[in-house]
């Protein structure tokens, strides 16, 4: 994987653009190039929810939340990859349909308050994670690209089921419900985010960084 500095990287015409204009519209369109990052992967968080399957065992969907997540993480960086998925629950406490569907757990800010609420509150802290790793340096080779992500799964799994411990009878029963269905289908997918990464890089023009 190609090696990525510390600060903000942009495709060459956004960089011809920024240098064509003041100072002062330099930072703005800095800035709203921030902005859209955090607002797409936060969009991009919210179309994975609505592809989900309900598991008849437990109250925790399969769903591709988790590597977007992730992704977005290792390409925003520490604080816009917690920015986006702070930007992703605060659509849905404000009511949008944002969230997974499910027959017996509410849109809104009940949710979160609901048995698979730890895993939806642990996406900032697991973004903010997988983005510091990355932009120190683990997004350029797979391997530790991989262990970044790990890490931020775990956070992810960490947060959920201790969470859902509150619900599920103790924490025996909340690893049978929300850990060991799970675990195997998103260590695949973290594999396979870590694959896409510098095409990702390529099509977004983003790069691991220390924001």
Known sequence: MQRHSATV?????????AAAV????ERAISLAIRAGAVLF???L????????????FTPVPFTFQ????????????PRLGAYSQLLYLAAGVAGLPVFAASATLPQGAARLLGPTGGYLMAYPAAACLTGWLASRG???RYVTAVAAMLAGLAVVFC??????????????MALRAGFLPFVLADLAKVCVAA?????????????????
Do not use: K, N, Y
């Not at 990287?9 to 653009?17: I, M, N, V």
């Not at 988790?66 to 960086?77: E, K």
């Not at 890089?201 to 924001?211: A, D, E, F, M, V």
């Open 138 to 140: 683990f997004d350029r």
């Open 9 to 17: 990287q942009f495709h060459p015409a956004t960089t011809w653009l």
């Open 22 to 25: 003041g100072t002062g519209d």
């Open 66 to 77: 988790p590597v977007i997540v992730l992704l977005g993480a290792a390409l925003l960086g």
């Open 195 to 211: 694959a896409v990464l510098p095409a990702m890089w390529r099509l977004t023009g983003l790069g691991s960084r220390t924001t």
């Open 45 to 56: 968080t919210a179309a994975a929810s609505q592809v989900s399957v309900p598991l008849p």
């Open 159 to 172: 947060g959920g089921v201790l969470w859902l411990a509150q619900f599920a009878g103790g924490l025996g």
């Open 41 to 43: 992967v936060a969009v």
